[in-house]
């Protein structure tokens, strides 16, 4: 079972960029995933999470209202949405799944399956 992500890369601030990432291999259920990112110097934090059945997201303050989780269950795939991207968002962006049912998908130590991360850097 593997997590794929792509999608990141350079680009000026104000600019967007979108995220995906897909599992892949022997197929496992999902009850979450989200997106967590580590800055240079930082701890990793949760960016956004959704819930795979009724989608439900949550969302770090940082970035409400900038950037947007959703994911596509034929696909297998969820997605990050990023718009207006600031120099503080530069970080490596992990994405995560929780084969967990009935947790709240915040903390890192609900996921179980991790992605090998896609670098997002956002030029002033």
């Known amino acids: 079972v593997q997590l794929q992500a792509s999608g990141g890369g350079l680009v000026e601030a104000g600019d967007s960029l979108r995220l995906s990432c897909t599992g892949r291999?022997?197929?496992?259920?999902?009850?979450?995933m989200a997106w967590f990112r580590q800055g240079p110097g930082k701890e990793r934090e949760l960016v956004a999470s959704i819930t795979w059945s009724s989608s439900n997201t949550v969302y770090a303050t940082s970035v409400k209202g900038r950037f947007t989780i959703s994911r596509d269950k034929d696909k297998n795939t969820v997605y990050l949405q990023m718009n207006s991207l600031k120099p503080e968002d530069t970080a490596v962006y992990f994405c995560?799944?929780?084969?967990?049912?009935?947790?709240?998908?915040?903390?890192?130590?609900?996921?179980?399956?991790w992605g090998q991360g896609t670098q997002v850097t956002v030029s002033s």
């Open positions: 291999g022997r197929r496992f259920s999902v009850y979450g």
């Open positions: 995560a799944a929780s084969t967990y049912n009935g947790g709240r998908y915040v903390n890192a130590n609900e996921y179980q399956i």
